[in-house]
Nanobody
Framework: QVQLVESGGGSVQTGGSLRLSCAATGYTVSVGCMTWFRQATGKEREGVASIDSGLRTTYTNSVKARFTISRDITKNTLFLQMNSLKPKDTGLYYC??????????????????WGKGTLVTISS
């Protein structure tokens, strides 16, 4: 049984940083693609950052140069380092996995497994 468990969310002020983690069981984070999504209240789920088996990454434009996705295969954990946070980054952040994926994928419909999310709140 695949489980993805996010942690690291919280409340910070504009300009602050957070590091999200996603611990995987029943799934190897170096397989396929691992992607971070977020969903703000009243908005659609949005792909934020993705990493594939070859460590190729892709980001949505609004987070480029501020967020960094990475993984630690010894801990079977995915990370998202978020710097220079803005109020528009507020939302529930999910990690997800797609078994058959190359180059990164930010589309929710591509994912096979999902975590339950961790809340990020950025105040101005």
């Amino acid at each position: 049984q695949v489980q993805l468990v996010e942690s690291g969310g919280g409340s910070v002020q504009t300009g602050g940083s957070l590091r999200l983690s996603c611990a995987a069981t029943g799934y190897t984070v170096s397989v396929g693609c691992m992607t971070w999504f977020r969903q703000a209240t009243g908005k659609e789920r949005e792909g934020v950052a993705s990493i594939d088996s070859g460590l190729r990454t892709t980001y949505t434009n609004s987070v480029k140069a501020r967020f960094t996705i990475s993984r630690d295969i010894t801990k079977n954990t995915l990370f998202l380092q978020m710097n220079s946070l803005k109020p528009k980054d507020t939302g529930l952040y999910y990690c997800a996995a797609a078994r058959w994926c190359i180059g990164g994928d930010l589309r929710p419909t591509s994912m096979n497994y999902w975590g339950k999310g961790t809340l990020v709140t950025i105040s101005s």
